[in-house]
């Protein structure tokens, strides 16, 4: 396989294809072959893969500085760090300039990557640079700045850099030593290794402990330092602490050294092998060698490994970077023994000159700024000067904010403490000056405790005091456990409100507890010698007390050990000048105020974690129970479980908590498990994890069964229980009992047993038990029932229900079927192929028949009973209670066994029908009834040339009145009363008496629903579609006219009402009698009355889906007589105001094209059409003659003129008409066919004759289209 790889930028130069070289090595081979006095040859099991997977053109490389992330990290000439992916592509290259101009980095010599930072070691500039993951420079620490360290010494040409849990570490090589920092630079310690007391064994035995030339540094997983150092040739390992643990003996000079989380790779000077070892020194194999060769190298110029088995190894003189692919060990977790160190991070400089400061708890630090006259106390937010609190003739030193929020301060000049409001007004006053018990003398600092008692250090008095809230004394310290006090000018308070006094004059600290008593005194070694210089201000934590000392901060535990210290001299981010106090602002965060830099400085505490204490394990059903000490240290955030298999293998972390227990669940059962629990910081580093205990799960032991509850009947017991709700159920076993041997008889995973085919009146008992997952049983219960004695019959019909019978409805029961019963088997034995049958008399001619295939013991089983009735049921004129069959057979034995029941049903004549189901009303409305299709007809005859839909509804409407149909108020609406549903009535079942359309024109008469229902059917039968409109109380109807809805909404001012895109016209029809826009003007009122309130509109054509309109037997009805004339006598002026309210409707959109454009001649010829539809033909007859003023060649005007005359018979008018339209458009077939009817209307057949020849011959179809015409002409055409 070929490897074609393209750099840019730094790595311009000839792209080259390499082979992937597999290279099998034998350990220590290349020496054998080397040297004379080569080891002994290992066996073929040390041999081991490595792979040449990569190599990368690195023109212009001088050294590899490290690996990260698939990152590499060259020096170049110039002195940047070229960072480049592993596909040889430089992402951006590292480089800052420094406050002079002048470049950080000249010659950078190493890389470390921590926490998303890029930190660069530079041997020449002596420093290390900071640098954020996409390249941004983010400053520098370790130069020279005046001080530094307290020996006007910096970084000394340093060359090796690591980052091990927030630590910096940093190979000082020129001052010999290794620097520890924080992750942004804070200096926090020199390596112990002259100081380490473990090293006084390795001094006495002349080992090799003490760092000369110290270049290249490592960390390995248990926190151990490795450190090649130059002068002896010697990779020396360290504890985090400084104890000398032992040096490496390797082949030849180390040159570069490189951890793995399987070994270490050691690159070898001479013979430029790479070496890998174990971490017990022990040599695993070797690969590479001088040579130009591919995998040789002619220099090792960087080292490098990641986690995924690869090595890399710069070679500036061949100008490329080689990476292999090695073999490794399976990574196994380590159990770290040492405590990494608690590290310090700067977080921000705030330019304000303060001395002493206090924290409100919350969000504000107040401090002490002097002035030239009076000094004022600053509130200082989020870094910002938000507010002062100045006092007149007030000389604070110190600043403290009681639990309650409230700002108190001591004015050394005036010997007092005052309790001050945001004004600067003193709200209280403590103390005065003097040398009595409750007198202060040159008092330095104070504090209050959460108990709101106050402590002073009186200096001048040599004492410390304590007074209440409102000053009264309550008690003063001149002593420790040591002896007197001299000069207390410091005070802190920890949390649990432990005292501790800072006396400058012995330069020691003392402690007391919350009631004022003496418990020790640190700040000496045990030879006496000082461990405070200088100290000048104080301040306790929950765990640790930090005292500022000098321009550093030394940090004890609350019983005085010595833990670490942290700072230097300098003015840079974390360096210090002329501290003069520090302040706790949270559980890890504080400020230290400088005089020197006249800054205050934030800083927060990353604190490592140790092992959690008091670590048990409690087996549990399939789960270990976890519980360990609660820590009550406030940075502890949740502690992190491990578990293992074995004590000794790999621990993987399987969850977090936030308190100090875990449950793991779902364990096997029977099984052991090993855990180890560490707790983590709100900055997510991890302490030392515990030590190793163990737990197993317990099986899952079911209780015993609960609420048993027995169901009998005469031939099976049903037994019934509480479900047990647990996921390591299995199953429930049922037992009966022969002496003392238990027999299981069943099993289920339902929670109930059902005992068939037993004896009546008989006692059983049965044994229940819980059957686990785990194979567990529970104590069985026994329970105790008897069969009942056997006295129904073998099979029950119950009538379930039964509905009453609408007979115009009938075919709706052969679907629907008219109720349903329930067979019940009361025998101990399977009854099969059971047939029920049902049966009204004289209303079916056979009865239906439903099949049950099998029917068990005790169980039950509905059945709907259908129906299918004969017409009889429509003869039926009062509503009768008819009894009905219901039988269910079976043979048994060979032999017919049938049971019956006879169930009385009311069947209601055709005219009944109740308003729980509004869509029966559906049935009533018939449109094909002859009676009502004559009556329609008669009317519509009368006006033949009306197409309109509203004017025929017009003229059908007033015809009703002009018979005399008459509307008659029922005065117990059922209708009415089934839609005044209350909490009491809810009346929905009254039986309502409707009639049918031919009923209410017989009897001329009807309530609203009759006459509803009525002109419903009659406009139905003339083609025009109507809907019903429920509102409470009441129906009404409306109508569609087939005009299109406008978009605007049009509706006549709320007379049409727009329904699935058409105009409606809602009618009031009980006003039948008066006109129909009387009618038309009531039912749009109540219909918007409703619209919002109650209105629901029936669908007739959805209903008749269901209820179909009922098929009536012949009538002898005549045909009323009703003339257009009657019509206009009774309704003077209806008919003509219905067609132009219908023209106005019609033609309003056109009306306003022309009102827009008067030439819009396409809207003028629309107008004459409709309008000549509608019968108004005269106005029609203008708009086309508009049109032929403008354009006299306008064929279709002229062919609609001609219309026009025809229907009012001035045949010899329309044919000129024709004639100018099929001069205008001779290609027009349908305009010579209307010339050919208007010659034959004249009775000119030969001219007609022609002009429909001439029809056919421009389109051959004529003939068929206008069949009619056609034979009339055809013995002629022949």
Request: proline share 4%.
């Amino acid at each position: 396989m070929f490897l074609k790889i393209i750099f840019s930028s730094l790595f311009l130069r000839t792209v080259f294809d390499m082979r992937i070289i597999t290279i099998t090595i034998l350990s220590l081979a290349l020496f054998a072959a080397a040297r004379a006095d080569a080891a002994d040859i290992p066996s073929a099991s040390d041999f081991s893969k490595v792979e040449l997977a990569q190599e990368l053109a690195a023109g212009g490389m001088k050294k590899l500085l490290g690996w990260s992330g698939g990152n590499l990290y060259f020096a170049k000439k110039d002195g940047s760090v070229s960072v480049v992916d592993n596909n040889g592509k430089e992402l951006f290259a590292l480089q800052a300039k420094d406050s002079k101009g002048g470049p950080v980095l000249k010659q950078p010599e190493a890389v470390a990557v921590s926490e998303e930072v890029i930190y660069v070691v530079d041997s020449e500039t002596n420093l290390v640079a900071m640098f954020a993951l996409h390249g941004a420079y983010k400053g520098s620490f370790g130069a020279k700045k005046g001080g530094f360290f307290g020996k006007g010494d910096g970084l000394s040409s340093p060359h090796g850099i690591a980052a091990h849990d927030g630590i910096i570490y940093v190979a000082d090589s020129g001052n010999g030593r290794i620097q520890m920092f924080g992750n942004n630079g804070v200096f926090l310690a020199t390596l112990e290794i002259d100081s380490a007391p473990e090293n006084n064994a390795a001094r006495e035995k002349e080992l090799p402990y003490k760092l000369l030339e110290p270049t290249e540094i490592a960390i390995d997983a248990l926190g151990q330092i490795y450190v090649l150092d130059a002068d002896d040739a010697l990779i020396k390992i360290y504890s985090p602490d400084g104890a000398y643990l032992k040096h490496l003996t390797v082949e030849g000079k180390p040159q570069s050294i490189s951890i793995a989380h399987d070994g270490i790779y050691v690159a070898e000077r001479g013979s430029l092998a790479i070496h890998k070892y174990d971490f017990n020194g022990k040599q695993m194999y070797s690969f590479g060698s001088r040579g130009k060769g591919r995998a040789q190298f002619k220099s090792i110029t960087g080292l490098a490994t990641d986690q995924d088995r690869l090595v890399i190894i710069g070679d500036s003189a061949k100008g490329v970077a080689d990476i292999f692919r090695v073999e490794a060990a399976v990574r196994i977790e380590p159990v770290v023994k040492h405590l990494s160190r608690t590290s310090v991070r700067w977080e921000q400089a705030i330019p304000l000159p303060v001395s002493r400061t206090a924290w409100d708890g919350k969000e504000a630090i107040y401090g002490i700024e002097a002035g030239d006259e009076n000094s004022r106390i600053v509130k200082i937010v989020n870094g910002e000067v938000a507010g002062e609190i100045k006092v007149a003739d007030f000389s604070p030193v110190s600043v403290v904010v009681d639990r309650s929020g409230a700002v108190w301060a001591l004015d050394r000049k005036k010997s007092k403490i005052v309790k001050l409001d945001e004004s600067g007004n003193i709200l209280a006053s403590i103390g005065t000056r003097g040398s009595r018990k409750g007198e202060l003398d040159d008092p330095e600092d104070f504090a209050i405790s959460s108990t709101g008692i106050i402590f002073v250090a009186d200096s001048g008095n040599s004492r410390v005091q304590a007074f209440s809230g409102d000053g009264v004394f309550l008690k003063e310290i001149r002593s420790d456990v040591s002896g007197k006090l001299d000069e207390p000018v410091a005070i802190a308070l920890d949390p649990q409100n432990g005292l501790y006094v800072l006396d400058k004059g012995r330069s020691v600290v003392s402690i007391y507890s919350a009631k004022g008593e003496p418990l020790g005194v640190f700040g000496k070694r045990p030879d006496g010698s000082a461990i405070l210089a200088k100290p000048v201000s104080l301040m306790a934590t929950q765990d640790e007390v930090f005292v500022l000392d000098s321009n550093r901060v030394k940090v004890f535990s609350q019983k005085g050990q010595y833990i670490r210290s942290f700072a230097d001299g300098g003015s840079g981010p974390g360096e210090l000048a002329e501290p003069v106090a520090i302040t706790a602002t949270g559980d890890t965060t504080f400020v230290i105020s400088e005089r020197g830099n006249k800054r205050l400085q934030a800083f927060t505490t990353l604190h490592k974690l140790w092992t959690p204490e008091q670590l048990a394990a409690q087996g549990a059903v399939h789960a270990i129970e976890l519980r360990w000490a609660e820590s009550l240290l406030p940075y502890v955030k949740q502690y992190r479980i491990y578990r293992s298999q074995s004590e000794n293998s790999a621990f993987v972390q399987i969850a977090t908590s936030n308190t100090n227990q875990y449950i793991d669940q779902g364990m096997e059962a029977d099984k052991t498990y090993y855990y180890r629990v560490a707790g983590e910081t709100h900055y997510g580093y991890v302490g030392l994890k515990s030590e190793a205990v163990k737990g197993t799960a317990k099986k899952y032991v079911p209780p015993v069964l609960e609420n048993v509850q027995v169901t009998p009947s005469s031939w099976q017991l049903k037994i019934q229980w509480q479900p047990l709700d647990n996921q390591y159920f299995s199953a429930y076993l049922i037992y009966q009992k022969d002496g003392d041997t238990y027999t299981q008889i069943g099993e289920t995973t339902l929670p109930e047993f059902v005992k068939d085919s037993l004896i009546p009146d008989t006692k059983y008992t049965y044994y229940i038990s819980t059957r686990s997952t785990d194979g567990t049983e529970s104590d069985k219960i026994a329970v105790t029932a008897s069969t009942m004695p056997f006295n129904t019959a073998p099979l029950e019909i119950e009538v379930v229900k039964l509905r009453d019978i609408f007979s115009n409805t009938y075919k709706l029961y052969e679907q629907d079927g008219v109720g349903l019963i329930k067979l019940t088997n009361y025998t101990n034995k399977t009854m099969e192929n059971i047939k029920v049958s049902f049966l009204l008399n004289n209303f079916m001619d056979f009865p239906t028949e439903v099949k049950i295939d099998k029917l068990l013991p005790e169980q039950s089983e509905e059945v709907t009973l259908k129906a299918v009735f004969n017409n009889n049921i429509l003869t039926i004129t009062e509503d009768s209670s008819i009894q009905a069959m219901v039988e269910a057979s079976y043979f048994q034995d060979g032999k017919r066994v049938a049971f019956n029941k006879n169930p009385t049903i009311t069947v209601y004549d055709k005219h009944r029908m109740t308003w729980d189901e509004h869509d029966r009303v559906a049935s009533f409305v018939t449109p094909k009834d002859a009676p009502i299709i004559n009556f329609a007809r008669s009317i519509a005859t009368q006006f033949s040339e009306t197409k309109d839909e509203s004017q025929l509804a017009a003229v059908l409407f007033d015809a009703m009145g002009v018979i005399g149909l008459t509307y008659i108020l029922n005065p117990i609406d059922p209708y009415q009363i089934s839609l005044a549903k209350t909490e009491t009535t809810l009346k929905t079942d009254t039986v309502d008496y409707v009639q049918y359309p031919r009923e209410t024109l017989e009897r001329k008469s009807g309530d609203c629903v009759d006459l509803v229902t009525f002109y419903s059917s009659a406009l139905e039968s003339m083609g025009i579609t109507t809907l019903m409109v429920e509102v409470p109380d009441h129906i009404l109807m409306m109508f569609s006219t087939g005009i299109n809805a406008d978009p605007d909404g049009y509706t006549m001012d709320d007379m049409y009402v727009i329904h699935e895109g058409k105009l409606w016209i809602p009618v009031e029809v009980t006003v039948v009698g008066k006109s129909f826009i009387k009618a038309w003007e009531l039912g749009a009122a109540n219909y918007y009355k409703w619209k919002d309130k109650g209105l629901a509109i029936l669908d007739v054509h959805n209903s008749w889906n269901t209820f179909k309109p009922a098929t009536l037997p012949g009538s002898t009805l005549k045909t009323m007589d009703v003339t257009a004339g009657d019509v206009e006598k009774k309704f003077p002026g209806d008919f003509m105001s219905m067609l132009k309210i219908s023209s106005r409707t019609k033609t309003r959109r056109y009306l306003q094209a022309i009102e827009k454009n008067p030439d819009d001649m396409e809207a003028h010829q629309q107008m004459g059409i409709i309008l000549a539809k509608i019968g108004d033909r005269e106005e029609a007859m203008k708009y086309f003659d508009k049109i032929l003023v403008s354009e006299p060649k306008n064929a279709a005007a002229l062919n609609n003129r001609g219309n026009v005359l025809m229907l009012n018979e001035k045949y010899s008018e329309a044919q000129k008409a024709y004639l100018a339209a099929t001069q205008a458009s001779p290609e027009d077939p349908y305009v010579w066919v209307n010339l050919a009817k208007s010659y034959k209307a004249a009775n000119d057949t030969k001219k007609a004759k022609a002009a429909f020849v001439k029809a056919q011959r421009l389109d051959p179809s004529m003939k068929i289209k206008y069949k009619a015409l056609a034979l009339e002409l055809l013995p002629s055409l022949e």
